[in-house]
């Protein structure tokens, strides 16, 4: 394949301007590119907040894609807090891009999920955006070679996982690749949990099928590799964001390597986040750790899980009020064509934390 994104010398300058770079998702500032930028010169990218110059020249030489990458900065920061929304750590730090706070900045547990979110993300947007025939770098993914049974056939267009890692990667690991860029033990964890994220986006790539035949009798399928919704690779993440593993940066063989810190006699899987920084309970503010607390949060108490009164308070307890809702309510259909509907006030008790 063509290489098509290239990646010249750095200028002094910009070396010496860019030095200080610590985290490699700035770019996720992307999602603040205003809507009426209409990003068809290559000027326009250095107006565009969050980018290494790595970056920057990747989007001169790949303007096209560079719509989709906001798009999927976009969602990371919605999918993130989706995804967390029953935590007490809610991932509401990530609105402060490109500038975070400790939690995100550190080596932690949750910058381990974000990176590999991130990473999964602008793959996934990329591999999609293939499919809709405005790139020209990149058309349907390949067709496989057996059918999966009788009754099926290939057809429509498959997402191209190929490029969508080939260009994510490049985009989304380059502030990583950069010589002079924070701690070589965090740009080690970067760069693994994005794998990883990219790794879960690999393994959502499934069989999606259309039927076809008399009256919906589906005797014929046609079928397409299309990638699962982002949102269900959050969710594996949150499952491996939840085992994470901690490691040390330290020797093994001839190079320092991440391994894990309680058992440092096998290397870090491929498939687990890890993390070099402990992350404190959340339960009470502490900037200087990046924690919000839960105070004022809301709560569940019917749950069992992470949402419950009980976890999501640490214990505090928590105050109930009562909320007014209106619905629609003993609706009626007019032949022919229409619904009305009654209005209905209905009293729910809500809980946050103290
Ligand atoms: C870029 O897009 C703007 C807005 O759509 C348009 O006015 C302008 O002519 C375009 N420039 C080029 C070089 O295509
Ligand atoms: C997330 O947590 C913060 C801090 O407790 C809170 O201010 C914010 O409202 C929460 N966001 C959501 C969507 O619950
Ligand atoms: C609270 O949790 C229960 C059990 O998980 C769930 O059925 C219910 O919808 C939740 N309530 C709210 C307001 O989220």
Redesign the pocket.
């Known amino acids: 394949m063509k290489e098509l994104w290239s990646f010249p010398l750095m200028s002094l300058v910009t070396l010496l301007l860019q030095f200080n770079v610590s985290s490699g998702i700035k770019w996720l500032a992307l999602a603040k590119t205003p809507a009426s930028l209409h990003l068809n010169q290559t000027q326009h990218c250095k107006i565009l907040e969050g980018l290494v110059s790595s970056q920057v020249q990747l989007c001169r030489s790949n303007l096209e894609l560079m719509q989709t990458i906001i798009q999927a900065a976009k969602e990371v920061k919605k999918t993130c ?1 989706k995804t967390f ?1 029953d935590m007490r750590w ?1 991932c ?1 730090s990530i609105e402060l891009v490109p500038n975070f706070s400790p939690d995100l900045e550190r080596g932690t547990r949750e910058a381990a999920f974000v990176y590999a979110l991130s990473a999964a993300a602008i793959s996934h947007f990329i591999a999609r955006a293939c499919t809709s025939g405005d790139l020209r770098g990149c058309s349907c993914g390949p067709i496989p070679g057996e059918i999966p049974g009788p009754g099926y056939r290939w057809g429509g267009c498959a997402d191209n996982l190929h490029y969508g890692l080939l260009m994510g990667s490049k985009f989304s690991d380059a502030p990583m690749k950069m010589k002079k860029s924070g701690s070589q033990a965090n740009k080690l964890m970067h760069l693994h949990n994005s794998e990883v994220g990219r790794q879960a986006l690999s393994e959502a790539l499934e069989l999606k099928c259309k039927c076809h035949g008399v009256s919906g009798s589906c005797s014929i399928k046609t079928c397409w590799r299309g990638l699962q919704d982002l949102k269900d690779i959050a969710i594996d993440l949150k499952t491996k964001y939840l085992s994470a593993s901690k490691v040390v940066h330290r020797p093994m063989g001839t190079r320092k390597q991440l391994v894990p810190k309680d058992i440092d006699i096998r290397p870090v899987r491929e498939n687990e986040l890890v993390y070099l920084q402990s992350s404190p309970d959340f339960c009470a503010k502490n900037e200087k750790l990046g924690s ?7 709560c569940n108490k019917t749950s069992i899980g992470s949402d419950s009164c009980d976890l999501m308070c640490c214990g505090r307890g928590y105050n109930p009020y009562t909320e007014q809702l209106i619905e629609r309510c003993n609706c009626k259909y007019h032949w022919c064509c229409y619904v009305t509907c009654k209005k209905c006030e209905r009293t729910v008790e809500r809980y946050v934390c103290k």
Request: aromatic share 0%; no cysteine.
């Open positions: 807090q929304a809610n509401s919000l607390g839960t105070q004022d949060r809301h």
